[in-house]
């Protein structure tokens, strides 16, 4: 890009562009110099200026396979060459068609196997609440009106899911606005819960294995099979958001897998699409399901949409990403890069002890917490914002990613080399100790 033409698009971006989850007032300083990001082959992302970078957070937790892959790209393509998009409503299309078949088989037989479209996670939860809450009206069981969720979770921003959030920052200002969630901190919270607050319980949310936008904080071994018998036991519906552990990131192409539990309920959307397009499914069982088929005048229609669902593009997109996880064994592939990723998430705590706090990992997932003083386990001043200052400061080695306040989080493509792994933590290494202002000894 040259350099005329990348002042222009900074002056339009400045002018009128509201980024997500950023205060405007320092993006738009004047010495704010924004990355353009114009273009992306694989693991690797490219600046206006021609700049290289690993592309440490997967562009924000949705790509899985490269950016750019052919197989992928080729079936949009494909697609386009018929039509962009239909709508759902009154219509089917074939990508959708074969994207719900191909969804539900990847679940036990008989268990998950009904698919609604949407279009990003925020959405699919949403569906998931109005499909639970509707489920038990039909049901004759309207007083479980509540939906228990977790500390510190995070299930998007629309209202409904955004009401189930527990992250203080985020979510505080609109608390009570639509729903109480109940909140819980883990399995004790709840298994002490009043037997009449579990008979108002609709469903509990959870984001199985690990919850991202809490800092990649893990639940315990076992938590996840815990919670399913004791929702089994109660009738409460079990709803897992996959958003960001889906399509293989935790190692497993679901994070429910790793302890053998099927919810019953499924939110998918970021690496559906293999991070092409803006496409979401909520999932559920044939019970729920039934509950809705009735004559029209009975309604017990599911009156929930959106104008995009079941989009043509994304489904074809969707559908080549599943291919390419068959084609190029990709789960088999990433089991060594998960060692790597151990092995070199333990040197950089070595080598950087002053300031790296707790480190975890799970699959090709890694949290990494910066702290003011390892020993002491004293932490930065929020307001100095460390996490955001070393990812900067990883840009001049090589790699991009985005911090969860003070945790720096390494989620690469599935399609990276080995090289690339060690890269992108030996790039976090330098950074930290460029950023937190010294060696590290
Ligand atoms: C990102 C995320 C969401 C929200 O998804 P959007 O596509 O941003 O609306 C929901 N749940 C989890 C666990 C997420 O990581």
């Not at 997967?58 to 949009?76: F, Y």
Request: aromatic share 8%; proline share 3%; charged share 25%.
């Amino acid at each position: 890009m040259t350099p005329e033409r990348a002042a222009e698009v900074i002056r339009l971006d400045k002018a009128h562009h509201w980024h997500p989850f950023t205060q405007m007032q320092e993006w738009n300083a004047v010495e704010h110099e924004p990355l353009i990001l114009t273009g992306g082959e694989g693991a690797w992302l490219t600046d206006h200026r021609g700049r290289r970078y690993l592309d440490g957070n997967s562009s924000i937790w949705t790509n899985i396979h490269g950016h750019g892959h052919p197989v992928i790209a080729e079936a949009i393509r494909e697609q386009l060459g018929k039509v962009a998009h239909v709508s759902a409503l009154g219509f089917a299309n074939e990508p959708a068609a074969r994207l719900a078949a191909e969804l539900a088989g990847l679940w036990p037989e008989g268990t998950l196997s009904r698919v609604f479209f949407s279009d990003d996670g925020s959405t699919a939860i949403e569906c998931a609440l109005k499909m639970a809450l509707q489920y038990f009206q039909l049901s004759g069981r309207p007083e479980r009106r509540r939906f228990a969720a977790f500390e510190m979770a995070y299930h998007g921003d629309t209202m409904g899911a955004a009401s189930l959030g527990g992250i203080p920052a985020y979510h505080e200002r609109f608390r009570g606005h639509v729903m109480e969630a109940c909140r819980v901190g883990g399995m004790e919270d709840l298994e002490a819960l009043a037997e009449e607050e579990v008979a108002r319980l609709a469903g509990v949310v959870i984001e199985p294995l690990i919850m991202g936008a809490a800092g990649m904080r893990l639940w315990p071994a076992g938590m996840l099979r815990r919670l399913r018998e004791w929702c089994t036991v109660r009738g409460v519906l079990l709803i897992a958001d996959e958003v960001m552990t889906g399509f293989g990131r935790t190692g497993k192409l679901f994070a429910c897998e790793h302890e053998g539990v099927v919810p019953d309920m499924v939110a998918v959307a970021k690496g559906l699409t293999g991070g092409f397009m803006p496409l979401a499914a909520t999932m559920t069982t044939e019970t729920v399901f039934e509950a809705f088929l009735g004559r029209v005048e009975e309604m017990k229609t599911f009156f929930y949409g959106h104008s995009y669902s079941g989009h043509a593009l994304g489904c074809a997109a969707a559908l080549a990403s599943l291919e390419v996880f068959r084609r190029e064994r990709t789960l088999e592939r990433l089991r060594p890069l998960m060692a790597v990723l151990g092995r070199e998430l333990g040197r950089l705590r070595e080598e950087q002890r002053r300031y790296v706090g707790d480190v975890r990992q799970c699959g090709f997932i890694a949290g990494i917490d910066v702290v003011r003083d390892a020993a002491t386990g004293e932490r930065w001043d929020w307001r100095e914002q460390m996490g955001m200052r070393v990812c900067v400061a990883a840009r001049k080695h090589g790699l991009l990613t985005r911090p969860v306040r003070d945790t720096l989080v390494v989620m690469l493509p599935l399609c990276c080399t080995e090289r690339e792994v060690e890269l992108a933590v030996r790039a976090l290494g330098l950074a930290i100790g460029e950023a937190c202002g010294g060696a590290g000894v």
